[in-house]
């Protein structure tokens, strides 16, 4: 069958495996995935310097044909880009990955970013201003506020990702929350910050979750950074993160709600971070890896949907 997709299995230069094993596309990809192996500050578990290339390996075993979308998301020409250079000084690491995703998103393509820990996200956002994005707003899935103003002597800790988003001045949507600190509390209290509590995905009918999500999401500029910490999911989903968190979001809980957001909003770029690969558990990372593919799929549902089949 040709599915409009290149499965070659092609390795680049970097030694990392692309997604979905897919060949540069002959034509003009729409979508790029950005391996970003940044990890310098993780609390607990360590690993997400690996995270990319176990999300990128998994994606291999993620079926190209999407059964709820009924189109082959990688149709649309996904490329993966050699990943950011990470050695160096904080500053210059960040603003290579800000350089990367301001390149990215001038060529008009869609970012998907795989990290690599939570610390990422800021300077990927830094980018999408730099790219001359006007009114962006910032959707983030984690199980932690990441509100800290500085963590353990640093502000560019994954703790303290959302702290620098708003450092941009960005209006932003948090979901999935279950762990924070007091001043954190209070932050969101005084400034008002919009947050679906984990607490709220168990205890709202699903009409009614969905219906504060697209009630919160509303106040949001069109067009929308998505950044999803990997730890929003329950730790019986997806384990392999550095600090798992009980009562996260389900698979479907997760889906729901990113399907919301991508028939709503713009999205022009996004990140999967803070997978920190267990061996031996496969799950972790597959889940990883078919997150990226649902959400490439939802983003361009429209365009697949009106490609002839061949
Ligand atoms: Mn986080």
Redesign the pocket.
Same mark, same amino acid.
């Given at each position: 069958m040709q599915t409009g997709c290149y499965a070659a299995a092609a390795m680049r230069d970097s030694g990392l495996p692309t997604f979905l094993r897919l060949d540069v596309p002959a034509a003009e990809p729409v979508a790029a995935v950005l391996p970003v192996p940044y990890e310098r500050t993780t609390s607990w578990g360590r690993g997400t310097e690996n995270g990319p290339e176990a999300l990128l390996l998994a994606s291999h075993y993620v079926e190209l044909y999407d059964e709820e979308l009924e189109v082959e998301p990688c149709r649309i020409g996904i490329e993966t880009l050699p990943p950011v250079d990470v050695e160096g000084s904080d500053e210059s690491v960040l603003r290579r990955m800000s350089a990367a995703a301001e390149a990215t998103l001038r060529k008009g393509r869609f970012l998907a970013a795989v990290g690599g820990? $939570?610390t990422v *996200?800021p300077a990927l956002v830094r980018g999408a201003l730099d790219a001359g994005t006007p009114d962006l707003g910032v959707v983030?899935f984690?199980? $932690?506020a /990441?509100l800290r103003q500085t963590y353990r002597g640093t502000p560019w800790n $994954?703790?303290c990702?959302?702290s620098r988003v708003l450092d941009l001045g960005l209006p932003t949507l948090a979901v999935g929350i279950r762990s924070l600190t007091r001043p954190e509390a209070v932050r969101i209290a005084n400034e008002s910050l919009p947050i679906i509590w984990a607490e709220q995905f168990d205890a709202l009918p699903r009409p009614e979750l969905e219906a504060l999500f697209d009630g919160l999401l509303a106040s949001l500029p069109d067009t929308v950074y998505l *950044?999803f910490?990997l /730890?929003f999911f329950d730790p019986s989903v997806l384990p392999a993160t550095g *600090?798992p968190e009980p009562g996260g979001g389900t698979w479907y809980q997760a889906l729901g709600l990113l399907r919301r957001l991508f028939e709503r909003k713009r999205v022009i770029a996004m990140d999967v971070?803070?997978l920190a690969p267990i061996p031996g558990n496969a799950a972790s990372d597959f889940t990883a890896a078919k997150l990226l593919h649902k959400c490439i799929g939802y983003r361009f549902r429209r365009e697949l949907a009106g490609m002839a089949e061949t």
């Open positions: 820990e $939570h *996200t983030q984690d199980a $932690h /990441d $994954h703790a990702a959302m *950044t910490d /730890d *600090t971070v803070e």
